[in-house]
């Protein structure tokens, strides 16, 4: 396995991870300034971690030669 190859994309995930966790918890329809951005953060942060430690079970991306 490729050492290189296996950073990018697994950060390649955990970078869509993270975007994708902090749409989710933004609620609709409410004003920007009432959002809990700590929360926001924090939880998306969190994650992001946890899809790199997914990422060590294995990534399709990466093909063991």
Do not use: F, H, Y
Not at 9 to 14: L, Q, Y
Not at 25 to 53: C, E, K, Q, R, Y
């Amino acid at each position: 396995m490729d050492l290189e190859k296996w950073i990018k994309c697994a950060g390649i995930r955990a970078i869509r991870t993270v975007a994708q966790t902090a749409l989710a918890m933004i609620p609709v329809g409410i004003n920007i300034n009432d959002i809990g951005w700590g929360t926001v953060i924090g939880t998306s942060i969190l994650a992001g971690i946890l899809s790199i430690l997914t990422s060590v079970a294995g990534l399709p991306e990466v093909k063991e030669e």
